[in-house]
């Protein structure tokens, strides 16, 4: 039977659109899902999305809308943009599903049986922003920290895990097997958490309900409480296992949200799979081991500058920006250039230039150059390697050991670090090349073997190239196989029997890219020429105001012409091939009008619908893209920053004059 992997991402909430950091993780985790398939693995990938809880209720009351409604509306941008990455899951999990809601309800009635969970009342802080109680140290940091206003004081009456119980067996967790987190240097936080400086009696019991919340999941048979977010979210690793897939290979989280999966996750299992006869205060039985995740994978966060990128900072990159450039790009990207664990700081120039360097120059010019060699030369036949000099001896050596290299560190789950490697040899090969001299070879009939050897070992290279790349680069790779002659796809290879000096089966193909060089100044200005400066600065700076100049005095009869009315959005969409363009229909009282705004760049059309706004109503009709504008919407800038729509109060009713 072939080995089981069941691999988990965070499931994501819902009151924000997938930004890069969200899509780091699930292009981390489909990566490490196809790489396994590759090593023969049956793999379940399992993703979804985080839908109840304190954000959500309070996005969506300030919305104008039911939880549901907002979970219902949210949820499709993260399916279709997985679907746009390629992303391999075998199934998408929602904290609203009927199935879901069984099982948490099922479980907390578990515990509540074996006393790992009591009601109690708790008096103490709330952290609104980690919907978390906060113990007062943690309360102090966050003081510290300038964040004191997230902090609220809270006495409810609550029910409690008794995390306080799981310290011992949580610690030997941690000592005896250390790869239940990594990267090592995320494990000791953890530990500094559990037992700071080695001192035990640290973990307090964790209150998991609530009573000030009303979206939840309701605790049974005390339904003025709802399941607090984290036993909730958590649990959707088990709700939506597959039979057969226990416990989980790797989960993937981001370093903040560590904690809740590296200690409240193993403790709520260990509560649930322990039975009578277990001593607590004993060894951590292996039985217990067995039921755990085997790694927690913590990575590090995109950052903007120095600050991490997320709404709240609104400094966040859309995974759209980057699939521009095509899904494999934003893929490589991700893996190339982040270290698991890590942090890095995104720039959009890094990002195009990484492309260049590694997949326009690096291999896609080593590819176009062996093929179209290989069409002149061996009219596509695969030469094989028969006479070896020196130097290609040395080639030969590093060709045979990158492919068992790469796989160690990719079975490690660090792609960095393998696809490093497997640059620095692709750029050897380029300095093979360039010593060999091919062309001059060509010309030399008594040369013909040297030709041979090197034409075969350039074609060997990146044929492991296309197998090893695959997960990173699913279409890339399977352009670059079949460019390569070779039949079937490249993803339904197997690592352990690829032979890196098997014979070639068939001709190559005419060689096409495999990646178009960017353009990066001709992007540079286009972004200058279309982004506004002001959008979402990581810092607020002090930028000076740039105010126009007074227009000429006018009488009272010329402003008098204007009709100015209360507008409310209907709908609102992007003009497409447009970065500014919104077209909305709005509601002015009398009638329903078509009207297109450049307020793109500020405003997503989501944030627009039901929105009141100022409209100019008698401004005659104006084309724009294809369609026409009847009307105008008033928004209020310097010349500089961005349009900021004026509003009228919510109760002004459509059609009312604005004077
Ligand atoms: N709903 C919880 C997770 C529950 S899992 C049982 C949650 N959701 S989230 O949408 O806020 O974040 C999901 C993941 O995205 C987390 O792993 C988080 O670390 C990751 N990222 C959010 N911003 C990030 C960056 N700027 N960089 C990298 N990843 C970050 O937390």
């Not at 700071?196 to 309900?209: F, K």
């Not at 005390?222 to 984290?230: A, Q, S, T």
């Not at 810092?539 to 008098?560: G, N």
């Amino acid at each position: 039977m072939s080995q089981r992997f069941y691999i988990t991402t965070p499931i994501y909430y819902v009151n924000d659109k997938p930004h890069i950091g969200h899509t780091y993780t699930t292009v981390l985790a489909d990566v490490i899902a196809r790489h396994r398939r590759m090593m023969g693995a049956e793999v379940y990938f399992l993703t979804g999305t985080d839908e109840h809880g304190q954000k959500i209720e309070k996005t969506a009351a300030a919305r104008g809308m039911t939880p549901k409604a907002l979970a219902d509306e949210v949820m499709p941008n993260f399916r279709k943009l997985w679907e746009r990455m390629e992303i391999t899951h075998d199934y998408f999990v929602r904290t609203t599903d009927a199935q879901h809601k069984a099982v948490i309800q099922e479980r907390f009635k578990q515990l509540l049986g074996t006393g790992d969970i009591y009601k109690d009342t708790y008096t103490g802080l709330y952290s609104v922003s980690d919907e978390a109680y906060v113990t007062e140290t943690q309360a102090k940091e966050m003081q510290d920290q300038g964040l004191a206003h997230q902090l609220v004081e809270l006495k409810e009456e609550s029910y409690f895990f008794r995390l306080s119980h799981y310290e011992n067996w949580l610690i030997q967790l941690y000592e005896q097997y250390p790869e239940f987190v990594q990267p090592d240097f995320r494990l000791n936080e953890v530990k500094q958490f559990v037992a700071p400086g080695g001192e035990r009696g640290n973990l307090e019991d964790l209150s998991i309900s609530r009573t000030s919340i009303s979206w939840g999941i309701p605790v049974p048979g005390d339904d003025k409480h709802v399941v607090y977010v984290w036993f909730d979210a958590l649990l959707n690793y088990m709700s939506a296992c597959r039979e057969g897939f226990w416990p989980p290979s790797v989960q993937l989280v981001g370093k903040d949200i560590l904690r809740f999966h590296a200690i409240y996750w193993p403790a709520f299992l260990m509560a649930m799979f322990r039975e009578a006869g277990d001593d607590l205060d004993g060894p951590l039985p292996l039985r217990i081991r067995e039921q755990l995740p085997h790694t927690i994978l913590a990575h590090g966060w995109w950052l903007m500058g120095e600050d991490k990128m997320s709404k709240s900072k609104g400094n966040v990159v859309r995974p759209e920006e980057l699939l521009r450039f095509g899904n494999d790009a934003a893929r490589f990207f991700f893996m190339r250039e982040m270290q698991v664990g890590l942090d890095r700081s995104f720039s959009f120039e890094g990002f195009m230039d990484r492309l260049n360097a590694d997949l326009a120059n690096g291999l896609g010019n080593l590819a176009s150059r062996t093929l179209s060699m290989l069409q002149r030369y061996r009219r596509g036949v695969i030469p094989a390697a028969e006479v070896l000099d020196a130097q290609d001896q040395e080639v030969l050596a590093a060709g045979r050991a990158v492919g068992p290299a790469y796989l160690a560190k990719a079975g490690a789950n660090d792609f960095h670090g393998a696809l490093d490697l497997l640059w620095v040899h692709l750029r050897q090969l380029d300095g093979y090349i360039v010593k060999a001299e091919p062309w001059k070879l060509a010309k030399d009939e008594t040369r013909k073997d040297k030709l041979d050897t090197v034409l075969c070992q350039l074609y060997r290279a990146l044929r492991l190239t296309a197998v090893l790349v695959a997960p990173v680069m699913p279409d890339l790779a399977q352009q670059l196989w079949a460019s390569l002659g070779l039949a079937g796809k490249v993803a339904d290879q197997r690592f352990e029997a690829f032979q890196y000096e098997a014979p070639a089966p068939a001709p190559v193909a005419e060689p096409a890219p495999l990646f178009q060089r960017i353009d990066k100044e001709a992007v540079m200005q286009a972004e200058t020429q279309t982004t506004e400066p002001a959008a979402a600065p990581a810092v607020q700076e002090e930028v000076p105001l740039d105010l126009p100049a007074l227009k000429d005095e006018i009488a009272y009869d010329t402003f008098d012409l204007m009709d100015l009315r209360v507008g409310h959005v209907l709908t609102a969409e992007r003009v497409p091939k447009s970065k500014k363009l919104i077209k909305m229909t709005v509601d002015v009282g009398f009638e329903t009008r078509t009207i297109l705004g450049g307020i793109g760049m500020a405003y997503e059309p989501e944030d627009l619908v039901n929105r009141q706004v100022v409209v100019v109503a008698n401004l005659a009709p104006r084309p724009m893209m294809g369609s026409v504008s009847h009307g105008m919407l008033l928004c209020a800038s310097d010349n500089n920053s961005k349009p900021y729509l004026v509003a009228p109060p919510d109760d002004a009713k459509p059609g009312f004059v604005v004077r």
